[in-house]
Structure formats: structure tokens, C-alpha cells
């Protein structure tokens, strides 16, 4: 599992020879686990084509400021917000100059100024114009800026010339990139609100079984709780994740469990409770299983089958009456009444904080809106990308236990 495992980036291509590496690029980048999104300039297109990038990343290429796939023409602001950080590979001089300058023109440049993440450009250009002092005076004001500059390497140049300029290989800006994304882990580590805590959290649905094909589930992406173990690990926790089966890739630095059924969740938390300071259920559960799955697939000429159900145990409330129980935060997703139920929720379940969300406003989506319901009342975190919500609400959880 590398440090760059579950890490959302943004890749931005502009106008040089080096943009053909760029979907070698690509592709380790993806091969170290990072999911990518490709930006191009209109130079960039003019050695690449967009395609090429979309069949290597499976996603579709921006290169239009007016994009009408984005809802509302904001896709800079979408895209800088759903990023972990931008990497700009090859970053041509025209583009070192527009960084410097705080241009905004094109869906590139608009998407580095909204951002809110890091900022890492690869250089790629002719030695000249490398060495010319308006490209150095440009650098020296990115780095100032706080935006990290990967080489340019020295050697042989596209134009035959000798000298710096060329693009670092994908190789050593993968490693470069692994570098700066563990000693980012290994600080927050060291400095995080949750550092030396153990959380221990469920997510995704379960699978109860009711023949060797068939079953029956609950809707869950994971995505919440995929969040909240990555926002634990960068706050700093040892993190073990519970996962039901989802699609979503390990955040970098935690451990995960797979499980299938409810009762197997139940046994995998139950084993590592005593461990834990803090306890996250974000997991769908089924409430019951069918009491005994057919050990064959069903047939349907025998009719339709007559399913008895048990009801699963409720690992929430488990934990959470434990003699010595870890801090305990409960979801509820609910299609309304949301404050009354999500109370009642609270109270059955005896934990001390249970964040709330409308179902048809999360499932499945990136972003969320979560109430929280703890002693001293309902708090509010507003609508942002899951990420961001998971933050705010174990910056709530830190306070709440005093960190
Ligand atoms: O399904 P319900 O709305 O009761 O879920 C509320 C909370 O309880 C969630 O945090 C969920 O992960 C947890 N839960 C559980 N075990 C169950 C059912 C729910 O841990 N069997």
C-alpha cells in the first residue's frame, strides 16, 4: 500500500515534446494507486490528444474553462476541490509564466488559482529558455508561492541541444511525488489532533446471503467512510478500516479488513474494540440475514422462496455498551424527520455523537451535509466534498474528547 494509494489528483499537461511522457506518467500514477484527472491546455493537444489520456485513466479530459458538463460552469472550482493535490507535467515556460503572473484564462490555470491543495510542477522546456532570467525569476516567485518545483533534468533536448530543461522521467516524479506524500504522512503523524489514537471504523454495505448467487444488501459506496479513515490516518491515528465490499481503493497508511456479512463486521470490530479510542460506524448493516442461505443456487421452478429472517446484531451499539467503550459516533441516514429519528438513534444506541444525513443527499454522491447530535445540542457541517466533511467532523471529534 504506497503513500500515494486513494490520493485524488489533478494532472495538468501543457504545450512541449514532453507531453508524450505525460501518459507514461499517467499510467504509473495510477499503477501507485492515485485516481487521476487529466487537464490540458490547448497547447498540450497539439502533441497528445485527450483520448489518449481518457482510454489511460478511464475518466473523461477537461480542457474547456466552459465545459457545459459541469453543472453550474464552475469545473475549475469542482475540480480543485475534489483534488488531493495538482501535478502540472510537462509545465512549459508559457505555463510557468501564467502561474507566476495569477493567470486565470484557460481551465488550468483557473483550477492552480482556486485550489486549495498542493501545487507540483515539472518543468520541461529548451535550456535557454530555461536559463532566460524572466523563466528564473518566474520559479523563484512559484516557490515563493509555495509551489514545489520538480527538476528540470539535465541532458540531451527534443531540439538536439545539450543542457537543463528536460522533464524529470515519470519514474523519479512518481518517486519525488511518494517522497513528499509519506514525509506528509509522517508529519501529520507527529502534529495531527488524533496522533497516538487508535480509531477503529466500519463502512460500506453488508452481503447477507440467501443462496450461493443471491442475496440481499444495502446501498452504500463507502465513500463516507473511506473519507473518514483517510481524514483519521492524516489526523495522525493508527486506522483500521472494516469494510464491506465496495469498489474504492485503501486510503494510504490504513489497515483494512475485508468482510462480507454483518456477523462477520460484528466479529472483526468485536475482536479490535478493546484496542480502539474512537469507534465509527458508517457502515450500512442489513438489520437481518436470511436465517439459512441455501447451500445451492434456488431454482425457480421450485416457486418463490419462503425466506426466514434473524435479526444481526447491532455492532454500534455493541461497542458502544462495552464496560470500557471507545468514543463512539454513530450515522444515520435517513429519508426524513431527520432531527427526531436521528435523536431516538442516538439515545437506543448510547453513543455520544450521531451524525445525521437525508439519504436521496449522500448516497452514492462525492459530496455531503451532515448534522451532528451530541450532548450539548445539533451542529451543522456544511455541504462539501466528503473529504472535507470528514475532516470537520473528527475536528469535532478531537474536541469533544479534548484533543
Ligand atoms: O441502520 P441504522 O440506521 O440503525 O444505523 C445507525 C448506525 O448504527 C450506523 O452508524 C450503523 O453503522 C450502525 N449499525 C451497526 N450495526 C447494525 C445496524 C447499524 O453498527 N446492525
Not at 500514477?29 to 485527450?50: C, D, E, H
Not at 429519528?341 to 442516538?346: D, H, I, L, T
Amino acid at each position: 500500500m504506497g503513500s500515494l494509494t486513494g490520493k485524488r489528483l489533478v494532472l495538468g499537461v501543457t504545450g512541449g515534446v514532453a507531453a508524450y511522457k505525460a501518459a507514461v506518467l499517467a499510467r504509473l500514477l495510477i499503477k501507485a494507486g492515485a485516481q487521476v484527472r487529466v487537464v490540458m491546455t490547448s497547447g498540450a493537444q497539439r502533441f497528445v490528444t485527450p483520448v489518449t489520456f481518457q482510454a489511460l485513466t478511464g475518466q473523461p479530459v477537461h480542457h474547456d474553462l466552459w465545459d457545459e458538463r459541469f453543472d453550474d460552469s464552475m469545473g475549475h472550482i469542482e475540480l480543485s476541490r475534489q483534488a488531493d493535490f495538482v501535478l502540472i507535467a510537462p509545465a512549459s515556460a508559457d505555463c510557468i509564466a501564467r502561474l507566476a503572473a495569477g493567470r486565470a484564462d484557460d481551465l488550468l490555470s483557473a483550477l492552480c488559482l482556486a485550489r486549495d491543495c498542493p501545487l507540483f510542477v515539472a518543468p520541461a522546456m529548451n535550456r535557454q529558455m530555461w536559463e532566460h532570467p524572466a523563466t528564473q525569476r518566474n520559479v523563484v516567485r512559484l516557490i515563493a508561492d509555495g509551489v514545489q518545483v520538480l527538476g528540470p533534468d539535465a541532458g540531451e533536448q527534443a531540439c538536439g541541444e545539450v543542457g537543463q530543461g528536460r522533464m524529470l522521467e515519470p519514474e523519479a516524479i512518481v518517486a519525488a511525488l511518494e517522497r513528499i506524500a509519506d514525509a506528509a504522512l509522517a508529519a501529520a503523524a507527529s502534529t495531527g489532533r488524533l496522533r497516538g489514537l487508535s480509531v477503529l471504523l466500519t463502512a460500506g454495505p453488508t452481503y447477507e446471503p440467501i443462496d450461493t448467487v443471491r442475496g440481499i444488501t444495502n446501498r452504500s459506496s463507502g465513500k463516507m467512510g473511506y473519507a473518514l479513515a483517510a481524514a483519521a490516518q492524516e489526523a495522525g491515528a493508527k486506522v483500521t478500516l472494516v469494510s464491506g465490499p465496495v469498489t474504492l481503493a485503501t486510503p494510504a497508511g490504513v489497515e483494512r479488513i475485508d468482510v462480507l456479512t454483518a456477523q462477520e463486521m460484528c466479529d472483526a470490530v468485536m475482536q479490535r474494540a478493546h484496542a480502539a479510542d474512537i469507534f465509527i460506524g458508517v457502515a450500512a448493516v442489513a438489520d437481518y440475514r436470511v436465517a439459512t442461505p441455501a447451500q445451492h443456487k434456488l431454482k425457480k421452478e421450485g416457486g418463490p422462496p419462503q425466506l426466514t429472517f434473524v435479526e444481526n446484531p447491532d455492532i454500534l451499539a455493541t461497542v458502544a455498551a462495552l464496560p470500557q467503550a471507545p468514543f463512539c459516533v454513530g450515522f444515520a441516514a435517513e429519508s426524513e424527520n431527520l432531527r427526531e429519528y436521528a435523536q431516538a438513534k442516538r439515545r437506543r444506541k448510547k453513543v455520544p455523537l450521531l451524525a445525521a444525513n437525508l439519504a436521496q443527499e449522500t448516497f452514492g454522491r462525492d459530496d455531503n451535509a451532515l448534522t451532528l447530535f451530541d450532548d450539548a445540542g445539533e451542529h451543522s457541517i456544511a455541504r462539501a466534498p466528503k473529504p472535507v466533511v470528514a475532516r470537520a467532523l473528527l475536528d469535532h471529534v478531537a474536541t469533544l474528547i479534548g484533543r
